[in-house]
């Protein structure tokens, strides 16, 4: 209904498990690590766990879609079945054993074991995928066990992904499944959203669906939908689908704090209420207030209170200028739309398989001199208000030029970037339909480039396009330096970073 309104080609907020919308936090990374590690290198057994709504199912769409041709995939979404229903569907899955009836459950054993052993023999691998696992019963769960057993003296035949609700760690613990959990060599637990994910999870779902930078939700927004959601996707999917409906029945293109509690309590019925009783303003205020407080103190921020020194006034004209480019969510994100539209080339076309991501960093900000792309800073304002934005179109030497309100190039000193910028940085970055990662080993073009741009901000490596052991220290050196896991691997988050550090114009 919304969707023609705010400019988007299809609801980004669907809750079916649409692998193009899959946002890779850092947990839903490493799970997608594990589990790719686990079916490559064979080694039998993975269990990945989670919570209701975190992404499982999503994740295992996406890593279908990852899979190349040499592995055969077989999944099973409705596990309540008896351990020869559960062959026969294997077999289905697999495509093989077309006449099912009559046969015993032996002969479609040996169909199954046939098929392995000749996918095997082709140099290709075979994995069967079993979503909602916390439901299989004992005998299934023997059954799986059983079906480990297919392998040759050096390889397993099958790869085995069970994945589930927490539930399912609890009944693998059981001493009737001990044989069955002392095989499973690669564990994963899913946790949720960490509230620095859940506006980039927000931004990428709307970036998908087509929005163009006129659509956001302010930082009072985000932070009621990660109370309610505790980022659980499907929460944060639910209410801010809700959300734009509201948005759109006010014909406003931002979505406020009151919006989103007005889906929460359409949602599930005040859901801000004690007992019978709506929480009042004040009870809301101070919630919000130690939330915040949470969050200075966990970030490692101290608060302070001491006797101000008295600060002259500002003339007007400075105090206009200052205004005109401290920008609110929605101005921000236009205008900076429109600077990496400018920038290109080929005008306001982005190429098939291309996709915009708004990518959020914590910097510290006198690290800002080494970005070299449009992109934004967090302004450190009255919590009270909603959040504020400097948008930086070019560092300079004495500071850096800023966008105004108007869309006009401003100049401001470095020290004004750095009193008042708090670290947090945002740009859009354009990624592809199938990212890859580089790593130790890997050659060719893209590592060249990354080479390079490491040089050229002082991490010294030899630009010999091949990921060696050197080029490994220094990027983790980076990554260190700039606040991501430092695995020495050049992942979609680093490679962001490498890009907004560059002098390309890709």
Not at 13 to 18: A, G, K, Q, S, V
Not at 103 to 124: A, M, P, R, V, Y
Not at 354 to 379: A, C, N, Q, S, T
Request: proline share 4%; hydrophobic share 40%.
């Amino acid at each position: 209904m919304y969707t023609s309104y705010f400019g988007l080609k299809e609801n980004p907020f669907n809750l079916t498990p649409d692998p193009r919308y899959l946002y890779l936090s850092r947990h839903h990374k490493e799970a997608f690590d594990h589990l790719l590690y686990g079916i490559n290198e064979r080694k039998g057994f993975i269990v990945i766990t989670g919570g209701i709504g975190t992404g499982k199912t999503t994740l295992l769409r996406a890593l279908l879609a990852q899979l190349n041709s040499s592995i055969k995939s077989a999944l099973i979404f409705n596990p309540s079945v008896s351990d020869e229903e559960l062959l026969i569907t294997i077999n289905q899955e697999f495509d093989i054993d077309a006449e099912r009836k009559g046969k015993t459950k032996k002969e479609h054993l040996d169909i199954l074991n046939h098929f392995l052993l000749e996918t095997f023999s082709q140099g290709k691998n075979a994995v069967l995928l079993i979503d909602e696992a916390q439901n299989l019963s004992h005998t299934v769960l023997e059954e799986i066990r059983m079906l480990s057993n297919l392998e040759t003296e050096k390889e397993k035949l099958l790869q085995i992904v069970l994945v589930g609700q927490p539930e399912l760690r609890e009944l693998l613990a059981a001493p009737a499944l001990r044989q069955l959990k002392e095989r499973i060599t690669v564990w994963y637990d899913l946790m949720p959203l960490a509230r620095e994910d859940v506006r980039t999870y927000i931004e990428h779902r709307l970036l998908v669906a087509g929005a163009k930078g006129n659509l956001g939700f302010s930082w009072w927004a985000i932070n009621a939908i990660y109370a309610y959601s505790k980022g659980h996707p499907r929460r944060i999917n639910a209410v801010c689908d809700r959300a734009l409906l509201i948005a759109y029945s006010k014909n406003e293109f931002k979505v406020t704090r009151n919006t989103v509690v007005k889906a929460i309590n359409d949602i599930r019925g005040d859901i801000f209420e004690r007992g019978s009783k709506r929480w009042n303003r004040k009870y809301t205020l101070i919630t919000a207030f130690l939330a915040l407080m949470a969050v200075l103190i966990a970030g490692g921020w101290y608060l302070i209170i001491e006797k101000p020194e008295p600060v002259l006034p500002e003339p007007s004209s400075q105090l206009q200028e200052k205004s005109s480019i401290l920008l609110d969510e929605e101005t921000s994100l236009a205008l900076l739309f429109k600077l990496f539209y400018e920038k290109k080339r080929h005008g306001n076309n982005v190429a098939d398989g291309i996709h915009l991501g708004i990518f959020l960093f914590k910097i510290k900000p006198e690290r800002y001199i080494m970005l070299r792309k449009p992109f934004r800073m967090h302004i450190n304002s009255n919590p009270a208000s909603e959040e504020t934005y400097l948008l930086i179109k070019e560092v300079t030497a004495d500071g850096a030029i800023v966008i105004n309100s108007a869309g006009k190039d401003r100049e401001v000193s470095k020290g004004f970037v750095l009193q008042h910028c708090e670290g947090i940085g945002s740009w859009i970055f354009p990624y592809y339909d199938e990212e890859k990662d580089w790593n130790l080993g890997t050659s060719g073009p893209d590592v060249l480039r990354f080479q390079q741009i490491l040089q050229a901000n002082g991490y010294p490596v030899e630009a010999t396009g091949l990921y060696g052991n050197i080029t490994i220290e220094m990027v983790r050196r980076f990554q260190s330096d700039f606040g991501l896991k430092a695995d020495g691997i050049i992942g979609v988050r680093t490679r962001g970073l490498l890009y907004q550090m560059s002098e390309d114009r890709e």
